[in-house]
């Protein structure tokens, strides 16, 4: 695998987060390669394919979910 930039890419791990209107997202300690020279993030195809399948399926749950308030108390973070 190599960066856009042409930098060498090392093995190692990442997390991913993604935050919508309903949920937020993290995922911690997955495959993942950097790059050297401009530290960009990779992922596998095979990981973003099964993050993308996670990320689809909280999106469907989470538009069921129809609340005024937060699920969780805000100060506490």
């Known amino acids: ?7 060498a890419v090392t093995e190692g791990k990442s997390s991913y ?10 995922l911690d300690n997955i495959p993942a390669y950097k790059c050297t020279r401009c530290g960009k993030v990779l992922f596998s195809d095979e990981t973003v394919e099964k993050i993308q399948k996670l990320v689809g399926r909280i999106k469907r749950d989470s538009s069921e979910i129809v ?5 969780v108390n805000l100060y506490n973070y």
């Open 1 to 7: 695998m190599e960066c856009s930039c042409g930098g």
């Open 17 to 26: 987060r993604v935050s919508e209107d309903n949920f937020c997202f993290i």
């Open 67 to 71: 609340t005024g308030r937060p699920s």
